[in-house]
């Protein structure tokens, strides 16, 4: 009986997970055909199902993997000895990745699907919460060391930075020679004079 090597099973399905979010960035999800999925990633359909039972759930590996490279990502910051510059390096790279424009394109398309697969949607909320849950506890540990207004909800403050990330793909909309490295420096400027510690009025 022939075995499978995980390392390269891996490797290969990343690959043609990373092939297929070219395509349906280009084409949309309803557009694109598994002939075209096959012919990015440079294998046959019966190699393609031997991986994935569909379109579809190509589709949705996508956003499974993003979101589980997000929650390492948060995780690891998390374990940081400064939670505020942490939080700032999220949060930017994060928007930086949205800038790219097959990456917005894509995440329109996500959207779009979502409208009409609540099984979809429903996943797509699920990466949301995990994302806002871990922007809090980064807010929350940045808050505890005082680096930022302790008042400070850490819920609905990572609704409000989520709301930022997510911002970036209008920018980039807008104005397709955008100065990406401007933005992002302004962008942090934003979350800083957010985020920082309000003194006491005097007599307060």
Request: charged share 25%; with cysteine.
């Amino acid at each position: 009986m022939r075995t499978v090597d995980p390392v390269k099973h891996a490797a290969k399905r990343r690959a043609i997970v990373d092939a297929a979010a070219g395509c349906f960035a280009e084409k949309g999800f309803e557009r694109t055909t598994t002939a075209d999925l096959c012919r990015a990633a440079g294998i046959s359909s019966g190699s393609l199902f031997h991986y994935f039972p569909s379109k579809r759930a190509v589709f949705t590996a996508i956003f499974t993997d993003d979101a589980a490279e997000t929650a390492g990502r948060l995780e690891a910051a998390a374990q940081t000895d400064d939670p505020l510059a942490a939080l700032l390096d999220v949060v930017t790279e994060l928007a930086a990745q949205l800038a790219h424009p097959a990456i917005a394109r894509l995440v329109l398309e996500a959207a779009a699907q979502a409208a009409r697969d609540d099984e979809f949607a429903e996943l797509i909320r699920r990466n949301d919460g995990a994302l806002r849950d871990g922007l809090a506890v980064l807010v929350t540990r940045a808050a505890d060391a005082g680096l930022i207004d302790p008042g400070a909800a850490p819920r609905a403050v990572a609704g409000w930075l989520a709301g930022l990330i997510d911002a970036m793909i209008s920018r980039v909309s807008l104005d397709p020679d955008l100065d990406l490295e401007a933005e992002l420096g302004i962008l942090r400027t934003i979350l800083i004079r957010f985020l920082r510690p309000v003194p006491a009025p005097d007599g307060g």
